[in-house]
């Protein structure tokens, strides 16, 4: 699953205002674990809970959790205390605070967080957060806290409610939407196949249902999530699977949807008619993120990946003959188990081949329980360090030089929200770049084009087509 920015901070799902029981729901990771912290916060509103502004506010603590790497699985048990000490400290004024740890640490580690963390009240893994509430009013009797990590067989998506039109447009003109979870590729490094479960893709009518509702709540894009979201079969109208592609030529029919976008996608069902879609649907934006890990054959075999380093060129040829402009993002894992220097150079020189607009790159993090865990050749952490060093350097030298290459050019923003500076909002560009300009509070929710005038190390700024400046200061 595509990575947030490891900088940005963490997004927290708002409950709506008012008084009484409040929530905090913190999301760590994945666009997927966004998007359900958002589910569940629609869950909790339903049950009378409101937002709290953070956890010191709160009598109910959600942690929705990520386990791709260690790292996040340290910040969460570090979190937990720093939680365990609030809760004692707000019982001892009388008053009770409940704590809950869901997510993909919750499904993989189950009783393990109840014995690391003892304040904890409940786990819950992601196929189980339609049951909050029942599970909740059944924690308030359960000494010691509870563990629900079970597969249901119920589909979650029908039982979670629909968010209200005020928490629609709280959240903003671009949201996440659900199509698929799960995943059966079984790469030697992850885990979601045994966080997540299989894949399942929910039926077309579910999705187009959800997103007529958030258009007709002000929602301007949509992008359609999973694990492996370019394995998508759901159900069609009159039965019978839907590919992705119809998928998106169907959404792109809604008068009030302006953009779709679609991660995280599998090289290995990156076929002919998704590809097709991106030169012939207009309102699928021109970016692309494909995960590739390595660029070296022997390490993806290692890794299960089931695509060769050319099979991956052969790929971004087609993507881009069909849409010459498509920005390409990517994440690469250095010091996979056995990678050696002839190996880290492959994936150096496939980089540079591609020339990535955007990119995530990580050292290798053993997961408990998979393949690649136990593994002879573990790569030592320096040479980990240096190799991600070079390799990150590389992958922004590209980042950049494609941002420059937008100066001067009138591109279409999407405006989304306010930006730092009186006066001016922030939007995206079809390529997912971050772009501010002046213009007016009404134009949020709007597509307007704007010439690209400066870069800074991660936005764009610009000015709105054909517009003049005046003492300094825009004239819209």
């Not at 990590?149 to 996440?176: H, I, N, Q, W």
């Amino acid at each position: 699953m595509t990575m947030r920015d490891p900088n940005a901070p963490e997004p927290t799902a708002g409950l709506g205002p008012g008084r009484g029981k409040r929530a905090f729901i913190k999301a760590y990771g994945c666009q997927m674990n966004v998007y359900d912290a958002e589910r569940m916060g629609d869950l909790l509103a339903r049950e009378g809970y409101a937002a709290a502004d953070d956890a010191a506010g709160a009598d109910l603590v959600i942690l929705n959790t990520c386990h791709i790497r260690e790292r996040a699985s340290q910040k969460m048990y570090s979190e937990l205390g720093r939680l365990r000490g609030l809760k004692g400290e707000r019982a001892a004024a009388g008053i009770e605070t409940r704590i809950v740890v869901a997510g993909c640490i919750a499904q993989a580690e189950g009783a393990e967080v109840l014995r690391r963390a003892p304040g904890v009240d409940l786990v819950i893994g992601p196929g189980s957060l339609h049951r909050l509430p029942a599970l909740l009013a059944g924690a308030d009797s359960r000494a010691g806290g509870h563990v629900e990590t079970d597969f249901p067989v119920e589909d979650k998506f029908t039982a979670l409610p629909a968010p209200t039109p005020e928490a629609t447009r709280r959240r903003g003109v671009s949201a996440f939407v659900t199509v698929q979870e799960g995943c059966d590729k079984f790469c030697a490094f992850c885990v979601v196949p045994y966080t997540r479960g299989a894949e399942y893709s929910r039926p077309v009518a579910a999705i187009l249902a959800e997103v007529i509702r958030l258009t007709e709540a002000g929602v301007r894009e949509v992008t359609l999530i999973g694990q492996n979201v370019n394995a998508y079969h759901g159900e069609g109208p009159g039965g019978g699977p839907w590919s992705l592609p119809r998928l998106i030529a169907h959404l792109a029919e809604l008068p009030n949807l302006a953009r779709i976008r679609y991660t995280t996608s599998h090289p290995r069902d990156m076929d002919e008619a998704l590809i097709k879609a991106h030169g012939g649907v207009p309102k699928l934006m021109p970016f692309l993120h494909l995960p590739v890990q390595s660029g070296s054959d022997r390490v993806l075999r290692a890794m299960n990946r089931g695509h060769g380093a050319d099979d991956y060129r052969r790929i971004v040829d087609q993507v881009r003959a069909a849409r010459p402009d498509i920005a390409l993002s990517s994440d690469f894992i250095v010091g996979f188990p056995g990678e050696s220097d002839t190996d880290f150079e492959d994936t150096m020189r496939l980089a540079r081949d591609v020339a990535f607009a955007s990119n995530f790159a990580f050292k290798y993090s053993p997961r408990p329980g998979t393949p690649a865990a136990g593994r002879e050749g573990q790569v030592d952490e320096a040479v980990k360090s240096e190799r991600l060093g070079a390799l990150q350097t590389l992958l922004e030298e590209t980042r950049q030089a494609f941002n420059q290459a937008t100066l001067g050019r009138d591109i279409d923003v999407l405006f989304e929200k306010s930006a730092r500076y009186p006066g001016q909002l922030s939007g995206k560009s079809p390529y997912l770049q971050q772009v501010q300009a002046q213009a007016p509070l009404g134009f949020i929710g709007e597509v307007r084009a704007v010439t690209v005038m400066g870069q800074e190390r991660n936005s764009l700024n610009g000015r709105l087509a054909g517009a003049t400046m005046t003492g300094g200061a825009q004239a819209a």
